[in-house]
């Protein structure tokens, strides 16, 4: 991974379970990209959302790093509450998203158990 030029934007990228879970944040703290790996969906549900958050909280503490310290404080210090505001706004956009995935994977999983008639069973195979 190469490391960001001072003029670009601060990013974050992050991954967990061996790399099967990869997530990537945009400069403003939200989530930008998730990838799972093929292997990743052989994992319960439970186990890849608790990958998934991991490799997003990997990609936002990646980002918070590279934003680092200013080089000058600023006279009235940090702005407390719009600091707030954006982690709120990035907990819902992630808790949002992995709504969603967790839907789409429930509904494979409700697809693969139920086939159309004259289709085998997952189970029957």
Not at 34 to 42: E, N, Q, S, V
Not at 65 to 76: C, K, N
């Amino acid at each position: 991974m190469r490391a960001a030029p001072e003029d670009d934007p601060p990013t974050g990228a992050g991954e967990a379970a061996d790399g099967q879970v990869r997530a990537a944040v945009g400069e403003d703290g939200l989530l930008a990209r998730l990838k799972l790996d093929p292997r990743a969906m052989r994992l319960g549900s439970h186990e890849l959302a608790g990958h998934i958050v991991a490799a997003v909280r990997a990609a936002q503490q990646d980002r918070l790093a590279r934003v680092g310290e200013p080089a000058t404080p600023a006279e009235d210090g940090p702005d407390t509450e719009e600091f707030i505001r954006r982690v709120n706004d990035m907990e819902a956009q992630a808790a949002s998203d992995f709504a969603r995935l967790t839907s789409s994977l429930e509904e494979m999983l409700r697809r693969l158990d139920d086939p159309p008639s004259g289709k085998m069973h997952r189970d029957d195979r």
